[in-house]
């Protein structure tokens, strides 16, 4: 609960071993869903994101008809990150940098546009992608729902892996999409199961930006 009394869902936890930090974000921190709409101040602030930036709001306010590109991502289905939680993510990372440890960030909208479809992106996934740049050398790879048929593009400004993870519901019977992360010095593996793919993805990135140090794992 933020001093304003409304409720949120961004933490962070340490892996066993201390050596991994999971950012859990919070993509619905501004939004018109789960929001009381007589009495939240996020909730009117994602009023007011929506009647700027859709002409469809508030008749057809999941409808992208009319939007380009990236701007598609004003529909209510999403939302955005406000100020605290920003404020709070770079101090997280910074104390994760400080700790020698790696990130791994987690949000059920995804961030970068490259790798997902525009309709589903945070409103404000800028502010996001602008702090996960600035901290390059500890943020392995950042992970999404969100878009069904997911997705997958490394950021080639930083370095980051941003993957977007296959739905399970899209999945017909008697398939069972799931997947499993392994966290090693060098790289993330991915072992997918049903319509999950499969990936490696080096920490190449988190080496350069610590002079070839990087340990992650877990002995």
Same mark, same amino acid.
């Given at each position: 609960?933020?001093?304003?009394?409304?409720?949120?869902?961004? &933490?962070? /936890?340490?892996?066993?071993?201390?050596?991994?930090?999971?950012?859990?974000?919070?993509?619905? *921190?501004? #939004?018109?869903?789960?929001?009381?709409?007589?009495?939240?101040?996020?909730?009117?602030?994602?009023?007011? @994101?929506?009647?700027? +930036?859709?002409? +469809? &709001?508030?008749?057809?306010?999941?409808?992208?008809?009319?939007?380009?590109?990236?701007?598609?991502?004003?529909?209510?289905?999403?939302?955005?990150?406000?100020?605290?939680?920003?404020?709070?993510?770079?101090?997280?990372?910074?104390?994760?940098?400080?700790?020698?440890?790696?990130? @791994? @960030?987690?949000? /059920?909208?995804?961030?970068?546009?490259?790798?997902?479809?525009?309709?589903?992106? @945070?409103?404000?996934? *800028? *502010?996001?992608?602008?702090?996960?740049? *600035?901290?390059?050398?500890?943020?392995?790879?950042?992970?999404?729902?969100?878009?069904?048929?997911?997705? &997958?593009?490394?950021?080639?400004?930083?370095?980051? /892996?941003?993957?977007?993870?296959?739905?399970?519901?899209?999945?017909?019977?008697?398939?069972?999409?799931?997947?499993?992360?392994?966290?090693?010095?060098?790289?993330?593996?991915?072992?997918?199961?049903?319509?999950?793919?499969?990936?490696? &993805?080096?920490?190449?990135?988190?080496?350069? #930006?610590?002079?070839?140090?990087?340990?992650?794992?877990?002995?």
């Amino acid at each position: 609960e933020e001093p304003s009394g409304e409720l949120v869902g961004y &933490y962070s /936890h340490s892996s066993p071993c201390n050596t991994v930090r999971f950012v859990v974000l919070d993509s619905y *921190d501004v #939004a018109i869903m789960q929001r009381c709409p007589k009495k939240s101040e996020k909730r009117k602030m994602a009023e007011k @994101i929506m009647q700027e +930036n859709n002409p +469809n &709001y508030p008749k057809q306010e999941n409808s992208p008809q009319g939007l380009e590109g990236v701007e598609k991502r004003f529909v209510a289905f999403n939302g955005a990150v406000d100020e605290p939680q920003l404020e709070w993510l770079r101090a997280t990372l910074e104390e994760v940098q400080n700790e020698g440890q790696k990130a @791994i @960030i987690l949000s /059920h909208q995804p961030i970068l546009p490259e790798s997902s479809a525009d309709v589903c992106l @945070i409103w404000n996934y *800028d *502010d996001v992608l602008d702090i996960l740049r *600035d901290y390059r050398g500890v943020v392995a790879a950042a992970f999404a729902g969100h878009a069904h048929k997911g997705g &997958y593009y490394r950021d080639e400004e930083s370095g980051i /892996h941003f993957r977007v993870f296959e739905a399970t519901l899209e999945s017909q019977a008697p398939v069972k999409t799931y997947g499993f992360v392994d966290v090693h010095d060098d790289r993330l593996v991915v072992r997918g199961e049903g319509d999950c793919k499969d990936a490696v &993805y080096s920490l190449d990135h988190c080496f350069e #930006a610590s002079n070839g140090q990087s340990h992650l794992s877990c002995r």
